[in-house]
């Protein structure tokens, strides 16, 4: 299952630290895992690509790369995500509100999540910017999850289980994608060791 691997290693730091972020379930994203290795540990290296060994990448800012990636990122790319689901969240919206107004039916719009904010952290330490960017990155991909269940929720009439029901035949996908296509294409996960 696709998972983010959170990289915070600073050029006056001694230490790096890593947080691993999964989806547990359909909608629910938690961090399951974190490590600080300093940085003359013997086996750095050999820890730092076993970690992040089938995760995406994401530095922190300010992060120099530990290790050359395939395929790292920035985490200011998450605002692409949030700019993602803010437009699917629109989509889904209207299809919701057309539906409605030709089936002559009373519906509710979903209350989406509120748009994430990267915090600053509570100390200026590895582990610390590291938590933050984590935390950020799960409420974003949270949102994202979310937001795309509300859309696959309205696929399926919950009666008769006939598709299609209240989505158009583009937004009537028969599972919750776990990110955007064109997103996802962005933040591939890192080659196996």
């Given at each position: 299952?696709?998972?983010?691997?959170?990289?915070?290693?600073?050029?006056?730091?001694?230490?790096?630290?890593v947080?691993?972020t999964?989806?547990?379930?359909?909608?629910?994203?938690?961090?399951?895992?974190?490590?600080?290795?300093?940085?003359?540990?013997?086996?750095?290296?050999?820890?730092?690509?076993s970690?992040?060994?089938?995760?995406?990448v994401?530095?922190?800012?300010?992060?120099?790369?530990?290790l050359?990636?395939?395929?790292?990122?920035?985490?200011?790319?998450?605002?692409d995500?949030?700019?993602?689901?803010?437009?699917h969240?629109?989509?889904?919206?209207?299809?919701?509100?057309d539906?409605?107004?030709?089936?002559?039916?009373?519906?509710?719009?979903?209350?989406?999540?509120?748009?994430?904010?990267?915090?600053?952290?509570?100390?200026?330490?590895?582990?610390?910017?590291?938590?933050?960017?984590?935390?950020?990155?799960?409420?974003?991909?949270?949102?994202?999850?979310?937001?795309?269940?509300?859309?696959?929720?309205?696929?399926?009439?919950?009666?008769?289980?006939?598709?299609?029901?209240?989505?158009?035949?583009?937004?009537?996908?028969?599972?919750?994608?776990a990110?955007?296509?064109?997103?996802?294409?962005?933040?591939?996960?890192?080659?196996?060791?």
């Amino acid at each position: 299952m696709f998972a983010f691997a959170i990289i915070d290693r600073q050029p006056s730091a001694d230490a790096t630290a890593v947080w691993l972020t999964h989806r547990t379930d359909t909608t629910f994203v938690r961090n399951t895992n974190a490590v600080v290795l300093q940085h003359d540990d013997p086996d750095y290296e050999k820890k730092i690509r076993s970690l992040t060994a089938d995760h995406s990448v994401v530095l922190t800012d300010g992060t120099e790369s530990p290790l050359e990636f395939a395929h790292a990122v920035r985490i200011d790319l998450f605002d692409d995500l949030i700019a993602r689901t803010a437009a699917h969240q629109e989509r889904i919206s209207a299809a919701i509100v057309d539906y409605a107004r030709r089936k002559r039916a009373k519906l509710v719009v979903p209350r989406f999540l509120p748009v994430p904010e990267l915090a600053t952290p509570e100390r200026d330490e590895p582990q610390a910017r590291a938590l933050a960017a984590a935390n950020y990155v799960g409420e974003v991909w949270a949102a994202w999850l979310f937001t795309d269940e509300q859309r696959h929720r309205r696929t399926v009439t919950p009666k008769t289980q006939e598709s299609p029901w209240i989505m158009p035949a583009e937004l009537n996908i028969p599972t919750v994608a776990a990110l955007p296509a064109e997103f996802a294409d962005q933040v591939k996960p890192e080659p196996l060791p």
